[in-house]
């Protein structure tokens, strides 16, 4: 086994000296070798580490679990700007030891297990070290289970693999929710360019009451699906769009071949695994993006 960490690791415990005698030490191993640290836990775990890093914890940066974890998209962003600034700074590497957001469902524990899959492909390429904490008082089974599947290595009594891992591509697609048909959305001529769905959306938001900035994400985020649609699926097949009980959906259907990868658009662009940009701003811009694939093209459904 090596002794070496590698980018996204895992390490489990059930006490909280056994967060501090491992997670301390990983810390400031991290500031003696001039790497930017950071720490994303809660505010009582912080307080544990910092008085074990003593005069150390001032130079570790501290994120707030439990505002920063919305949801993936945005974490995986937000990740990724972050360590982008740390290189552009001068860090030669960054060092986070950071912990999920308590799952009390199903639906979160499926969220979050997706979420920790995808930071394989998404930061592969980066230099970091990525340790994941996993509190078995505090995550329920479903958690458990998905981190053994989604760490590569652990660093629990020494660095070694984890022969539990499973690959990013099913892990996304074990839970992700096939998405359902939905009622109530209206047709639209499917011919329309870009300016002319951005006037059509704009004229349906306002009349829907949807908020404007909501509105203008979906706007950029429907532009970049119709631009896909025309770029590799053969143009526009349908578009329908309308209120779906709380939110707004806008439905673009293409001529394509369809889209057989779970991890489309949730990779940062750059990253070495991402296609394009298009599915990835669409992604950041709405609530929530469903894919589905036949034998008559792609549809993506957008909701904000």
Not at 35 to 53: Q, T
Not at 147 to 158: A, D, F, G, K, L
Not at 184 to 193: E, I, M, T
Not at 229 to 253: D, K, M, Q, T
Request: glycine share 10%; aromatic share 6%.
């Amino acid at each position: 086994m090596s002794p070496a960490p590698g980018h996204h690791n895992m390490y489990e415990y059930g006490e909280d000296s056994g967060l501090v005698d491992r997670v301390a030490p990983f810390l400031a191993e991290g500031l003696a070798a001039h790497e930017a640290v950071v720490l994303v836990v809660d505010p009582r775990k912080r307080a544990l580490l910092d008085e074990a890093l003593g005069a150390l914890a001032g130079q570790v940066d501290y994120v707030d679990r439990d505002t920063y974890y919305t949801r993936p998209e945005d974490a995986l962003a937000g990740y990724d700007a972050q360590v982008r600034r740390y290189l552009r700074d001068g860090a030669r590497r960054v060092r986070v030891f950071g912990e999920l957001p308590l799952c009390r469902t199903q639906e979160q524990s499926d969220t979050w297990i997706r979420y920790e899959a995808l930071l394989n492909p998404a930061f592969a390429h980066h230099p970091v070290t990525i340790v994941c904490g996993l509190d078995v008082r505090e995550q329920p089974l479903s958690v458990l289970e998905g981190s053994w599947q989604t760490h590569p290595r652990t660093m629990n009594s020494r660095w070694s693999d984890n022969g539990h891992y499973h690959r990013p591509e099913d892990i996304v697609r074990a839970h992700t929710p096939a998405p359902e048909d939905v009622v109530g959305l209206r047709a639209v001529p499917a011919d329309l360019d870009a300016r002319a769905l951005s006037l059509l959306l704009r004229a349906e938001m306002a009349a829907a009451k949807v908020a404007d900035s909501q509105a203008e994400k979906m706007i950029v985020a429907a532009g970049e699906v119709l631009a896909n649609a025309r770029h590799y699926g053969g143009g526009a097949r349908g578009l329908r769009i309308g209120r779906v009980g709380e939110r707004f959906v806008c439905e673009i259907s293409d001529h394509g071949p369809g889209l057989d990868d779970p991890l489309a658009g949730y990779l940062p662009p750059g990253s070495g695994h991402a296609r394009g940009t298009g599915l990835w701003v669409a992604r950041q811009m709405t609530r929530r993006l469903d894919m589905v694939s036949t034998e008559r093209g792609l549809t993506t459904r957008l909701w904000v």
